[in-house]
């Protein structure tokens, strides 16, 4: 079992509810429990098409029994799920999960890099990330 943190966002539909219902399914993965989350904060988006609703960020602390690459899948099936649909880079979203930390593990494949490459620079992932670290 790890430890790892995980950034969430949604500015798209009621960005609360999607948030709390992202957070549900992460609890219902196997071996996979939701330990902190952070309070929400506002922000404005940041690259993608101008004209966008702000967003609603987060970041969860989680303890998991899967693979980075796993986690990943896993994370992408409960995207699916809360209605993301690919798009344009950066475009608005229902929900958006981010792994940013694996544990003390670097992870560098075409599909998932970890630590995630740009949140020491996005004040909208650090901010939640300081406040369950």
């Known amino acids: 079992m790890e430890i790892c943190y995980l950034g969430v966002g949604s500015n798209l ?11 549900s399914r992460i609890n219902l ?14 922000t404005a988006p940041v690259g993608g098409p101008a ?9 969860l602390k ?8 796993r986690l990943l899948k896993e994370l992408k099936i409960i995207e699916k799920g809360l209605g993301r649909t690919k798009g344009v880079r950066n475009a608005p979203r229902t929900i958006d999960l981010d792994i940013l930390l ?3 593990r670097v992870v560098r494949t075409e599909k998932l890099v ?20």
């Open 13 to 23: 539909g009621n960005r609360r509810l999607s948030i709390k219902q992202a957070v």
């Open 102 to 104: 694996y544990g003390d």
């Open 51 to 59: 004209g966008q609703p702000k967003f609603l960020n987060a970041a």
């Open 29 to 42: 993965l196997e071996n996979t429990r939701v330990l902190k989350k952070s309070a929400f904060i506002q």
């Open 114 to 133: 970890i630590p995630h490459p740009r949140m020491f620079v996005r004040d909208f992932v650090i901010k939640p990330l300081s406040e369950i670290i």
């Open 62 to 69: 989680i303890r998991t029994g899967f693979a980075p690459l």
